[in-house]
């Protein structure tokens, strides 16, 4: 037998072609079903009900902005509690001392399986438990605090999991200059591990943002509605869909941002490695 | 054979174990002031772990480690305190990423000895001076060589004004052509007389260098004395063994 052996007949097409024909039949059924789905729909009932032109305009008359602002204003100060909040907890997670260790696991475990609404319609009922319970900042102080222990839960974990991930030979060297364990974790460890977590802690953001529209649930009053209440507020009263999308456009012009930025971070971290 | 008569470092009956593994098997060890000692031995010779225990980052299962009188191994003792007047140099560098070459060199300065930052700068300047790194003093250690790293950490740790420095395979890590940079550092450091305690491979560096060295294997120190009689003419088999392996290391016959 030859060194060149035998090739037996291929009638059947070559992978290549047989995968562009398959992509082909693909493109044709989306293109089938999408001109069927627009055939089928009735534009104008649809355009009337979700982007009425004349509600929109009358949704920024009636407060779109100010409510987009307590959105922004919600989410930034509950950012900032489960911020501070989760790397305590973190610290206390990571504590040679057993009781934190024990506390901390206790509250990540209870907020992050609890489903955040329940822990929103508990904080709307606390003055009945409390009686002359004030919680300061109405109404900001009450949403704050709400979003911020929910988020204090997930943001411990991956704060812990930023604070593992530096490298122990920075305790050994900052240790080896004679820095106490607190001050090496404050000066070395933490800037070296919130960095590692930026990626994880913008999507963290974005979650929030969307979380802050729970709020409605704690029973604001008209004028501290975020977009969803509002959004949701001026529908029922108009019977149209129009405020909601356009309050749900609202969300998408911050959420895409922050996710834009997350993948950036998330790239540029790679790189740095 | 200690340079001097005080011992800077006095180690004695040290023991450490990591699991089954008796790293360190009663070692009694000293440092005269203004000497240069060299730890040579092969892998897992247990020679690092002495070096960390130097300093405490290792905790010994038993014995002391009496640095400038101070039992470091009680445990009572102010570990942070004594630390600050014993440099330690890394085989990874350990630099602080997130931190200029300067703000390596001045961030213990200003938070463990309390020194102003203008002070802080100006000794850390100094000491990026002396291993001739004046002008990477903006720089971020990512943007520097490995050697020009390893010349940051030896200026971070002697901007503490230590009394002894501990040198853990400080060119292992580096590029070949980088290694000299290093050593001549090292060197200048030697001849300035401080006390340096230098885990090495590097044998032309022990054997021009140090006034002693210490060949150890199996948690144990076997031989030690002048580079001249441990280098040139080792007494015992294990140390000629593994010199001829570091030393010609294309004829060596597979353990």
Known sequence: ?273 | MAASGTELIEIKGLHKSFGDNHVLRDIDFAVGEGEVVCLIGPSGSGKSTLLRCVNLLERPDGGAVIVRGENLADPDCHLDAARRHVGMVFQQFNLFPHLSVLENCTVAQKTVLGRKTAEADRIARANLERVGLTEKAAAYPAQISGGQQQRVAIARALSMDPMLMLFDEPTSALDPELVGDVLTVMRDLAEEGMTMLVVTHEMAFAREVADRVVFMDGGVVVEQGTPDNVIGNPRHERTRAFLRRVLDPTHALPA
């Not at chain 1, 509950?78 to 260790?101: E, H, K």
């Not at chain 1, 122990?168 to 900052?174: I, L, M, P, S």
């Not at chain 1, 309050?247 to 993948?263: E, H, K, Q």
Request: net charge positive; aromatic share 8%.
């Open chain 1, 1 to 273: 037998m030859s060194s060149a052996t035998v090739i037996e007949e291929r009638t059947a097409l070559s992978p290549r072609r047989k995968a562009r024909r398959n992509r082909i039949l693909q493109y044709v059924v989306i293109a089938m079903l999408a001109v069927g789905a627009a055939a089928s729909a009735d534009w104008g009932q649809i355009a009337h009900v979700f982007l009425e032109p004349q509600l929109i305009r009358s949704a920024f008359a009636d407060g779109l902005l100010s409510a987009l602002v307590k959105t922004l204003e919600y989410t930034a100060g509950a950012f900032l509690i489960g911020l501070v909040a989760g790397t305590v907890l973190a610290l206390m997670r990571l504590s040679p001392i057993g009781p934190y260790r024990w506390f901390a696991m206790a509250y990540i475990e209870f907020f992050r399986g609890l489903p955040a609404v329940i822990v929103f319609i508990a904080f709307s009922l606390l003055p009945l438990a409390f009686g002359g319970l004030i919680i300061p900042f109405d109404p900001y102080g009450v949403v704050w605090l709400a979003l911020g222990i929910v988020a204090a839960a997930y943001m411990a974990e991956t704060i812990r999991a930023g604070i593992q991930a530096v490298p122990r030979g920075q305790v050994e060297a900052a240790r080896s200059l004679g820095m106490p364990a607190g001050l090496a974790m404050r000066k070395i460890v933490l800037p070296q591990a919130f960095r590692i977590i930026l990626p994880p802690l913008t999507n963290e953001l974005v979650l929030l943002v969307k979380d802050s529209s729970l709020v409605f649930i704690i029973g604001v009053s008209a004028t501290g509605n975020e977009l969803t209440g509002f959004g949701r507020e001026l529908a029922n009263t108009q019977s149209n869909l129009t405020p909601l999308v356009t309050a749900g456009l609202c969300y998408l012009i911050i959420t895409l941002p922050l996710g834009f930025l997350a993948r950036r971070l998330e790239s540029s971290s790679v790189k740095a490695r």
